[in-house]
C-alpha cells in the first residue's frame, strides 16, 4: 500500500507539473540542471505484524511515542494458542505411543519371520510358499504402520514446536530504536496472522527516496553523487545514489531510487519532507542552507 502511494503521488506531480524533471517545467535549478522529485524516509522501517491469527490484547504505545530497541510494544491473548498447544502435546503423546506399539509390532514380525526362513526349514519344505508369503506380508506391514506412526510424531512435534514459537512471540518488540507511525487497530481487535499492528520508523538515520524518468534512470549509477535540496526548511545536503530499482515502474513510468546523504543531516530534515535530487557535489560543504541572506555552510571534512 506504500508504495501504491508513493506512485500515486509522484506520477500526479509528473502529470500536474507537466514533467518535473524538464528544465523549463518549473523545478529548481541547482547549477544549470534539473532536479527529480523525492521524499525524505526513515533508514529503517518496519510494520510489526502477529504470526498467528487472534485477538489483541494490549496495545502499549500510541503514534508518535519513541521506542527502544527491545521494548514490548504489543501482546497477543495467547489463551486460544495456549489450549492448541496442550491438544497438540496430548497427540503427540498419542502418536509417540503407536509409534511404538508400531515398533513391537515389527519385531515380532522380523523374529517369527527368522523361525520360519532358517536354511533347514526351507531346505525341508516344512512351511507352504502361502505362509512363507504370509509371514513376509506380516512384515511388510508392520514396517509400514511404524513409518506412518514415525510421520505422524514428526508432524506432531512439528505443530508442537510451532506453536510454542507463535507463543513465545505473542509479545511485539521493537527491533530498533524509532518512532510509532501508525496504529490500525485497537485493542481488542481480532487480527489476521501478518495483518500490520504498529508501523515503527527508525530514527537512526533518513535517505530520500526518489524518481527519475525511464530515460534518464539509465544514466544513473550506485555511488554517483547528488545534491539533495529540502524546501522547507532551504538547505541543500551532499549525498550519492544507494540504489536503483531493478524496472521500470509500468503505473508512473518511472525508474525509483534512493538517495544516501554524505553526512548527518540537520535534526530539521525530517521523514515526509519533500526533497529535489540533483546529479552532481555540493563544493566545499557537506551542508548549505539556501536562504536570501549571508550563507552559513558547515564545511565537511
Not at 4 to 28: E, H, Y
Not at 225 to 239: E, F, S
Not at 279 to 296: A, D, K, R
Request: glycine content about 8%; proline content about 6%; overall charge neutral.
Amino acid at each position: 500500500m506504500e508504495r501504491r502511494g508513493w506512485i500515486r503521488v509522484v506520477a500526479l506531480t509528473f502529470l500536474c507539473a507537466g514533467g518535473l524533471a524538464a528544465a523549463d517545467s518549473g523545478a529548481p535549478h541547482l547549477g544549470g540542471s534539473a532536479a527529480f522529485l523525492g521524499v525524505v524516509i526513515p533508514q529503517e522501517s518496519v510494520d510489526l505484524t502477529s504470526k498467528f491469527e487472534g485477538r489483541l490484547d494490549h496495545l502499549l504505545v500510541d503514534v508518535g511515542a519513541l521506542v527502544h530497541t527491545g521494548e514490548v510494544l504489543a501482546r497477543m491473548d495467547v489463551r486460544t494458542l495456549e489450549q492448541d498447544l496442550a491438544a497438540a502435546r496430548a497427540t503427540q503423546q498419542s502418536s509417540r505411543a503407536e509409534e511404538q506399539a508400531a515398533g513391537l509390532a515389527l519385531a515380532e514380525a522380523r523374529e517369527k519371520k527368522e523361525r520360519y526362513f532358517t536354511p533347514r526349514s526351507l531346505e525341508l519344505g516344512v512351511y507352504s510358499k502361502e505362509e512363507l508369503a504370509t509371514i513376509r506380508y506380516q512384515e511388510s506391514t508392520a514396517l509400514a504402520r511404524l513409518e506412518a506412526a514415525r510421520a505422524k510424531t514428526r508432524e506432531q512435534q512439528a505443530r508442537v514446536v510451532e506453536l510454542e514459537q507463535n507463543k513465545s512471540e505473542a509479545a511485539l518488540v521493537a527491533p530498533f530504536d524509532g518512532v510509532v507511525a501508525t496504529r490500525p487497530v485497537s485493542p481488542g481487535a481480532r487480527v489476521a496472522a501478518g495483518q500490520p499492528i504498529l508501523r515503527v520508523l527508525g530514527t537512526g538515520g533518513r535517505k530520500v527516496r526518489f524518481a527519475v524518468p525511464e530515460e534518464e534512470g539509465r544514466t544513473l549509477r550506485p555511488g554517483s553523487p547528488l545534491r539533495l535540496t529540502i524546501d522547507q526548511p532551504a538547505v541543500t545536503l551532499a549525498g550519492h545514489v544507494e540504489s536503483i530499482a531493478p524496472e521500470v515502474d509500468a503505473a508512473a513510468r518511472m525508474v525509483f531510487a534512493v538517495a544516501a546523504f554524505d553526512g548527518p543531516p540537520p535534526d530539521t530534515v525530517a521523514t515526509g519532507m519533500v526533497a529535489h535530487v540533483q546529479p552532481g557535489t555540493v563544493q566545499g560543504s557537506v551542508v548549505q542552507l539556501e536562504s536570501s541572506g549571508p550563507t552559513p555552510t558547515r564545511s565537511g571534512p
